[in-house]
């Protein structure tokens, strides 16, 4: 008789045990209830959190982002392998963007790990965006500390392929990376704002064969550039690290983990961690506030009513979409917001 695997706890107490002991399922379970657009399900993964232990030592957040092509999920698998070797236990949170017509992702980063998806040491958990901002999925942050806390003492974070203007990974990393391939197009495009700024490294993926001297040059660049943008870091810090590496050869990736660890356990020492923590995340609550009335707003069945109608008169060419924004946006405000009869 083959036995049935144990259901995983539905309750805040249980699916807390669960994860203290390290089940892989409850795991799987606990960020799907956290990706879920139901409150009932995030606001249980929420009770799990508070109650489950905290970790002995702070596990290492780690974000990667940059623009598409640049070879994050090559890198990352690359990364969790040499984290893997070093004896430590990494789990990867994979992004995918969502279809914005039917808003469903191909979730293919498990496959492309293979080797550190196969291996039992590790979790590999691909994510939708569900359309978030910032090349992050709504549930991301708790699935951060999700994995956390069952166990996982490196989280890695990929996001989807994203501009200057995407930071939410940041504000969910202890250390942020900033993964670039040369040969991309005007490598110092928009340096003095947004993403850039916000780097702890910065990484530059595909140096090898032909394209390692023009990687070499990009680092000499960035290094430069970020040099004279060191006044406006935060803190007075130093500019980060900018370092080449191969991820498809596997050349100087265990020297950025070197990199990475060391700047950690710095933080780690002091109050540095724990200060960086909440900053971070209260720079990403106006970002996190937007979203959450987002999907409160999606769920309100009183206002899918006026919304098709209005797309009706918008497809029938009596309404333009400014106008019908407005009449939901003051609909909304007069009603009191989502949950109270938006009809």
């Known amino acids: 008789m083959i036995r049935r695997p144990d259901p995983v706890p539905l309750r805040p107490a249980g699916l807390a045990a669960a994860l203290a002991q390290g089940s892989r399922r409850a795991l ?17 993964v929420e009770q799990a959190l508070r109650l489950a ?12 982002s940059g623009p598409p092509g640049a070879g994050k999920s090559t890198f990352i698998e690359a990364l969790g392998c040499t984290v893997r070797a070093a004896g430590r ?30 291996d039992p040491g590790a979790f590999v958990r691909p994510s939708p965006s569900a359309l978030a901002t910032g090349g992050m999925s709504p549930g991301t942050g708790a699935a951060v500390r999700l994995c956390e806390a069952a166990g996982f003492d490196v989280i890695l974070v990929e996001t989807v392929g994203v501009g200057q203007g995407e930071t939410a990974a ?6 942020f990376i900033l993964l670039l391939s040369p040969g991309a197009g005007d490598e110092l495009q928009g340096l003095k704002r947004g993403i850039v700024e916000l ?7 595909k140096a090898d064969g032909d394209m390692a001297p023009l990687a070499r040059r990009m680092a000499a660049d960035y290094a430069g550039a970020l040099r004279l943008l060191g ?29 990475l660890e060391t700047r950690h356990r710095e933080l780690a020492a002091g109050k540095g961690l724990p200060a960086r923590r909440a900053a971070r995340a209260a720079r ?25 109608r209005l797309e009706k008169l918008l497809r029938a060419g009596r309404l333009d979409s400014t106008a019908a924004a407005r009449n939901l946006a003051r609909h909304i405000m007069k009603a009191g917001g989502p949950g109270r009869g938006l009809s």
Do not use: Y
Not at 170 to 175: G, H, P, R, V, W
Not at 199 to 205: G, S
Not at 236 to 259: K, N, Y
């Open 199 to 205: 780097a702890d490294m910065v990484v530059i993926n």
């Open 231 to 259: 006044a406006t870091r935060p803190g007075g810090e130093l500019p980060p690290p900018v370092m080449t590496c191969s991820a498809w050869a596997g050349d100087g990736v265990e020297a950025v983990w070197r990199v």
């Open 89 to 118: 236990r990494p789990a990867v949170l994979a992004v995918d963007p969502s279809s914005p017509e039917g808003g469903g992702a191909i979730l293919g980063d498990k496959t492309r790990m293979d080797r550190l998806a196969a």
């Open 284 to 308: 990403g609550l106006w970002r996190e506030t937007v979203e959450e009335l987002f999907r409160g707003l999606q769920a309100d069945a009183g206002l899918r009513r006026r919304f098709r």
């Open 170 to 175: 940041a504000e969910l990393a202890d250390l």
């Open 53 to 64: 232990p905290p970790p002995a030592v702070p596990a290492v957040r780690v974000a990667v």
């Open 28 to 44: 799987a379970r606990a960020i799907t209830l956290a990706e879920s657009t139901r409150p009932e399900h995030r606001a249980l």
